[in-house]
């Protein structure tokens, strides 16, 4: 079943903890993105990476970091979270120029 | 300028009316364009995709396409409170990058 995961769905932790959210998708996709929605703001896009070790800042990245090893696989890293960063973080994918794939959604709180 | 504008609602229409959502872009290279539907709490999930202008009709969804306006909407035919959720509009940018509108919250009365 083509799908994009991410882990975990659902995370409570303290300031400063870092903390890694995984996001795998199983469609051979170039393009890979980060967003985070708050209520009234829409997706804002964190970070994009169109391929393997091409990465490249969105709206909102400061506080943020990723990776992009493996076509599959694009990371989300909080080096040292703050309670600003609480949030639903989704993660997605396609080929470029195509219509993108959703995770399911990660929902951070951080205290 | 934001690069792509919705208005943001709420846009509340009675069951069974025509819903009309609009959004605008900045980009005149965007080719692609999609409409997603995301309940609250849930995933945006993918309703349309247009690449040309003129009108792309799937059941009760038409997705309307100018590109000499810069303009994209999504008119929903025999509203239904199960269609109530936000909607938003994505646009592929030239540097193939996608970038979402902020998303307008339709809501339908019984």
């Known amino acids: 079943e083509a799908q994009v995961t991410q882990n975990p769905r659902y995370l409570i932790t303290v300031t400063g903890k870092k903390l890694t959210v995984t996001c795998s998708q199983n469609?051979?996709?170039?393009?890979m993105s980060w967003y985070r929605q708050d209520p009234g703001l829409g997706l804002r896009q964190i970070y994009y990476s169109m391929n393997v070790e091409v990465t490249d800042k969105g709206d909102v990245p400061e506080g943020y970091k990723v990776s992009r090893k493996e076509k599959r696989n694009f990371p989300l890293i909080l080096e040292s979270p703050s309670p600003n960063q609480t949030s639903l973080y989704f993660c997605a994918s396609s080929f470029r120029g195509q219509p993108q794939h959703f995770g399911d959604g990660t929902r951070l709180s951080i205290l | 300028q934001k690069e792509v504008e919705q208005n943001s609602g709420p846009l509340s229409v009675p069951e069974g009316a025509i819903a009309s959502l609009n959004c605008t872009y900045s980009?005149?290279?965007?080719?692609?364009f999609f409409w997603y539907r995301q309940y609250s709490g849930k995933s945006p999930e993918l309703i349309m995709s247009?690449?040309?202008?003129g009108d792309k009709e799937d059941g009760r969804f038409t997705a309307q396409l100018n590109k000499a306006s810069q303009y994209v909407s999504l008119l929903i035919r025999d509203s239904q409170p199960s269609d109530s959720a936000t909607y938003l509009c994505a646009v592929n940018t030239y540097n193939n990058d996608m970038r979402f509108g902020a998303g307008t919250r339709l809501t339908v009365k019984p």
């Open positions: 247009i690449y040309s202008n």
């Open positions: 980009d005149r290279g965007s080719q692609s």
């Open positions: 469609m051979n996709h170039e393009y």
